[in-house]
C-alpha cells in the first residue's frame, strides 16, 4: 500500500513538475521586467508606458513573434530613438523574460 502511495506521488510530481517550472520562469521574468523595463514600458495586463513611445508588454506579441525576441535579447536590443538603453540578456534571463511574455499571448 505505502508503495502505491510513492509511486502515484512520483507520478503527480512528474506531471507538475513542468508547470511549476514554467511558472518559475514566468515569475523570474516578471521581476526582470519590474526591475529593467517598468521605468518606461507598461509591464502589466493594464495600464500605459511611463514613457509614451514605449509599447506595453501585453502588445509585443501583436508587434512580433515572441520567439524572434531571444535573438535580439543576446545580442542587444537597438532602437530608433535614444531614450531606450542597450542591453544584452544572459541565455537565462532570455528564456524567463520571454515566458513571461508569451503569458500576454
Known amino acids: 500500500?505505502?508503495?502505491?502511495?510513492?509511486?502515484?506521488?512520483?507520478?503527480?510530481?512528474?506531471?507538475?513538475s513542468p508547470a511549476l517550472?514554467?511558472?518559475?520562469?514566468?515569475?523570474?521574468g516578471r521581476a526582470y521586467a519590474q526591475a529593467h523595463c517598468a521605468r518606461c514600458h507598461a509591464i502589466g495586463r493594464?495600464?500605459?508606458?511611463?514613457?509614451?513611445?514605449?509599447?506595453p508588454f501585453r502588445t509585443l506579441h501583436?508587434?512580433?513573434?515572441?520567439?524572434?525576441?531571444?535573438e535580439a535579447l543576446a545580442e542587444g536590443i537597438v532602437t530608433g530613438h535614444p531614450a531606450m538603453p542597450?542591453?544584452?540578456?544572459?541565455?537565462?534571463?532570455i528564456h524567463d523574460l520571454l515566458s513571461y511574455l508569451k503569458t500576454f499571448e
Open 62 to 70: 501583436q508587434r512580433y513573434p515572441i520567439e524572434s525576441l531571444g
Open 46 to 55: 493594464t495600464g500605459d508606458s511611463r514613457f509614451k513611445p514605449a509599447p
Open 21 to 28: 517550472a514554467a511558472s518559475t520562469a514566468e515569475q523570474r
Open 1 to 16: 500500500m505505502l508503495r502505491l502511495a510513492s509511486c502515484q506521488m512520483l507520478v503527480t510530481l512528474a506531471l507538475v
Open 86 to 93: 542597450e542591453f544584452e540578456l544572459d541565455p537565462e534571463q
